[in-house]
């Protein structure tokens, strides 16, 4: 073949090429956008300094928190706050970050946010000893640490394998966005507990999930069914030894992650630092591996869909 018909050939290609992008109104159309991020994390020391600065920086990638919330709607932030222990044990989520969430989503004009955990004891101590009241003193923001039986649902599990019927709030099941606020730590029964075993602050009966089920199954199950919308993981210090109430050893990592994919956000949980002096691999912790085996997540996004950014 002459050099001559190839050049040809090559050109029409790429004339077609270029016709092909422009639209019927003359104009080229867009390129095409590279798809939002599975998941973001924000490492540096000033982080816990400023929150509210640190929080936006971690949500930039998706064009801020107005993203997530829309104006009127009801917002759910689920923190872990089911401990009568003080902000320094960390078994429970940084105040300071439950505040600047509530802030973020009043800004988008959030008509009603509420916070809500059931506590595993001690509701009014727990209240009183972790810092959350005290940090969104202020805020048109209320609190639920839902004891009665009376503030739940009974509710199916259509996916469950091990679970299949639960009683949930039932402000969670009924809220326009579902914001899980955990914090990354250790735990004795299933090894870690982040976003997905953070749901069981949603359910009557925490017990039935250690006496009646399989522990892990269940956690993956109960997830079918309670999805967030954003994930934001507290991993400013992690409690790796002793979890989930303490006190344990703390490592600092000093970093957020926040993501659309709750398990992957778990998955970079766990790989903050080792656990119980092991560095475990996402795989290990038996809820997660269900979870993506349920296909609710995955435990390895693709790299083009995640961002490590510094702070």
Known sequence: ??????????????????????????????AASAP?????????????????????????????????????QSVLLKPNMGFPTPPQVRATTSPQLVAA???????????????????????????RVNGIRKAIKGLDVHILMPTSDKLYRSTLVPKGKSLKKVAIV???????????????????????????????GLILDRESFHARYDLNQAIADLNTVLIPKLSILDGLQVMTTDGPAGPGELVTCNTLVAGTDPVAVDAAGVEL???????????????????????????????????RLTF
């Open 273 to 307: 630092t080792p656990l119980y002096g092991r560095a475990i691999k996402p795989h290990q912790v038996k809820h997660l591996k269900f979870a993506q085996q349920m296909q609710l997540g995955t435990l390895s996004p693709p790299a083009e869909r995640v961002q």
């Open 170 to 200: 039932k402000e969670a099941l009924e809220a326009d966005v579902h914001i899980a606020l955990p914090i990354a730590k250790s735990h004795n029964a299933a090894g870690y507990t982040g976003t997905l075993k953070g749901m069981m």
């Open 1 to 30: 073949m002459s050099s001559h018909r190839y050049g040809r050939r090559s050109f029409l290609k790429k004339t077609a090429a270029a016709s092909a992008a422009i639209t019927f109104s003359g104009k080229m159309a867009p």
């Open 36 to 72: 939002a991020p599975l998941l973001v994390s924000l490492t540096g020391k000033g982080i816990a300094a400023d929150l509210d600065a640190a929080l936006s920086k971690l949500l930039a990638p998706w064009g801020g928190m107005q993203a997530f919330v829309s104006k009127g």
């Open 101 to 127: 969430v509530a802030k973020q989503a009043l800004a988008c004009g959030a008509g009603r946010v509420t916070i809500i955990d059931n506590p595993v004891r001690r509701p009014e101590a727990c209240l």
